[in-house]
């Protein structure tokens, strides 16, 4: 079963950075990109990065490129996503999900596995 656990989240003063974390147990881990996704209230789930699995190539919504940094540690079976100068309007719900490509995905219908989410509250 495969098991996706995000941790990190928190509250932080705008301006500040938080370090989120996903552990991932199940399946082999190095096998599959992972990607991280924000839900605020009341709007949809939108991508925010994505990185494939050897952690050689990534992507990142337009609204963190230069703020946000995804990574990977396979030997840990742990993607990260570091997130400095946050703002409030980053304040959101953080899910991490797992997915069967090689090309890395924004699509969030293209990820099969999600974890359970880690708050992430931006205070200006």
């Known amino acids: 079963q495969v098991q996706l656990v995000e941790s990190g989240g928190g509250l932080v003063q705008a301006g500040g950075s938080l370090r989120l974390s996903c552990a991932a147990s199940g399946r082999t881990f190095s096998n599959y990109a992972m990607g991280w996704f924000r839900q605020a209230p009341g709007k949809e789930r939108e991508f925010v990065a994505a990185?494939?699995?050897?952690?050689?190539?990534?992507r990142y919504a337009d609204s963190v490129l230069g703020r946000f940094t995804i990574s990977r540690d396979n030997a840990k079976n742990t993607v990260y996503l570091q997130m400095n100068s946050l703002k409030p309007e980053d304040t959101a719900v953080y899910y991490c999900a797992s997915g069967d490509f090689l090309v890395v995905r924004t699509a969030e219908g293209s990820y099969d596995y999600w974890g359970q989410g880690t708050q992430v509250t931006v205070s200006s």
């Open positions: 990185i494939n699995w050897s952690g050689g190539s990534n």
